[in-house]
């Protein structure tokens, strides 16, 4: 653990309030003054519910360093995951260069591990910064920029509507049904519903129904995209379909929408068949873009380096993660920790469940957590990570592609951004 002499960290108390915006604001939004932020965030409470801020303070109650813990479930593998949150990591200007991020990182796994809390996720201001402690990379976002001409004009497309406050309900509904069918898809909870049927200007929701049955809708944001702002461009903030008639419902909406908006910037996960579905598999031409750099290709989509996830518990996620049908195995891990030092962990992999047990197996594979947290994702496999030389086998290395076999699944996506 990082030592921070002369610091207590403690959990956020309100008359922390004026520090613990000015941190945010120094960190975040540098060119706003305290009072506007103040101003804006007055409504905030410090410790909303689901949540808990914490700081590190000297003596004299100054602080140095913030965060906030968010506590929050995903569903993955159509199982719910308790997951830890982590927002809102912010350093004073003058405390920067001198660990205070790490010791309140450190701090917090520990947290984390002691409530058995299995997951933890974050949006990092630096991917590497995170990875060093642990975490990995996992949210592989997609990015279209295209032309609305391009877009399949659906007929389904007339199903379609315009939101109205008595659908809330109906919204909800169809999130949860779809967050249960999606890897990182979050739990929403009350408090993370707050405000968004209160869009801002420019943004407007729309509803796919049939029969009076609501089956999917969209969250979009007018803007301009190129220099001149004379062209309008719709961008896809988030999208939920239940069936494929509702998909392809809310792609020709804005198929039709060609005549006012010229480019459609369509956010996604990379398993989406959207990019199949353009007439033209390039950028909108309307908007300026680099070259591909790459024979005669044009530029089309864009791949968002997102989210990060960790394990923390390891031995509940294990237990909570289910596995597909195969022949059974077994597999000793070895796990290389930044923070909470070796742990060996022998699993049996039976009737796809996975079972620690006390056994030791005969096969064993030294990996680092963040290497173990993406294996167990579906973002990468053990095969892959044995080419590569990043992880070591010692046994049986034929377990590998069934170790694979047994941990595919899709990588995750989220809507949600904390």
Known sequence: MTALPGFTIRAAEESDRAQFINLARLAFMPT?????????????????????????ADQAGNLAGRYRHLELALFFQGVQFSMAGVAGVAVAPERRGQKIAQ?????TLQRFHEQQIPLSMLYPF??????????????DTRQYRVSARHIPLYSERVNV???????Q????????????QHNGWLQREPNRW??????????????????????GYMVIEFTHLEPTKTQWAIVVQEWVALTAA???????????????????????????????????????????????????????GATGGGFMWRLVDVMKALELRPINPGVPFAIAFNIIDP??????????????????????????????????????????????????????????????????AAWQATPPFCWDFF
């Open 169 to 180: 309900a109906s919204i909800k509904a169809v999130y949860q049904e779809a967050a249960q």
């Open 126 to 139: 630096q991917h590497g910064f995170y990875r060093k402690l642990g975490w990995a990379w996992v949210g």
């Open 246 to 300: 509702a998909y392809r419902g809310l792609i020709g909406f804005l198929a039709s929408l060609r005549d006012q908006v010229t480019t459609i910037v369509w956010n996604t996960d990379p398993k989406d068949p959207f990019p199949h579905l353009i007439s033209e598999q390039r950028c909108d031409p309307a908007i300026p873009t680099l070259p591909f750099e790459f024979g005669l290709t044009h530029r089309f």
């Open 339 to 404: 923070v909470f030092g070796e742990q060996q962990i022998s699993v049996d992999f039976v009737e796809q469940k996975m079972c620690p047990t006390q056994q030791p197996a005969a096969t064993s594979i030294t990996i680092s957590v963040e290497h173990l947290t993406q294996l167990f994702c579906g973002m990468r496999s053990a095969s892959e990570l044995q080419w590569l030389g990043a992880i070591e086998i010692e046994g049986d290395s034929t377990l590998l592609p069934k170790l694979d």
């Open 103 to 107: 010791g309140l990182i450190e701090h």
């Open 194 to 215: 707050k405000g968004y049927f209160e869009p801002e200007a420019g943004q407007e929701i729309y509803v796919y129904a049939e029969a009076g049955t609501l089956l």
């Open 32 to 56: 706003r003054s305290q009072a506007d932020v103040e101003k804006e965030m007055q409504a905030e409470p410090l410790n909303p519910p689901g949540g808990q801020g914490w700081v590190l």
């Open 161 to 167: 509507m315009t939101y109205r406050d008595d659908l």
